[in-house]
């Protein structure tokens, strides 16, 4: 398997990432214990988010921010770019904000700065996967899948330029 004439190798299962996912749900109904609202971050963690709100018990509501910081490159710019942002009023709301990947932490601690500025009463966070030592930020999820190496990744909802995102496992672009 290629992408962009570049080969594919297969670093998380389907299977093993769904076993996660679950496991994800059950520790975020656990800190939650009623509804809240879930905002997830547009394009790569629409595939995540499906999976786990699939998984939770307790009633969930959801609404998609979309923000930019990679464009057509492989490397975060250190800025986000707001594309699309909420279609309702978060105050007084606890939130549990999902993204595909914490890398950099660029993206993710600048728009959790945001939904506090838009005064949720808790923001927590909840990443599938959790590139450590990439990090130029001080920033940690409250919840992750899965840590992985300092690898370009595809399939799962995350993309290179757009492709690789129907993947159903997470591949390393070789």
Sequence with gaps: MEIKGRPLKLILSEKSIRKRVKEL???IEKH???PFLLVSLLK???VFTADLIRCFNLP?????MWVSSYGSSQESQGHIK???DLERDIEGLRVLLVDDILDTGYTLAEVYRLLELKGAKEVRTCVLL???ERRRVDFRADFVGFEVPNLFLVGYGLDWDEEGRNLRGIYAVM
């Design 25 to 27: 749900a059950e520790d």
């Design 32 to 34: 939650f214990s009623e």
């Design 44 to 46: 790569g963690a629409f």
């Design 60 to 64: 969930v509501h959801v609404d998609f």
């Design 82 to 84: 707001v594309v699309k």
């Design 130 to 132: 959790d590139k450590k």
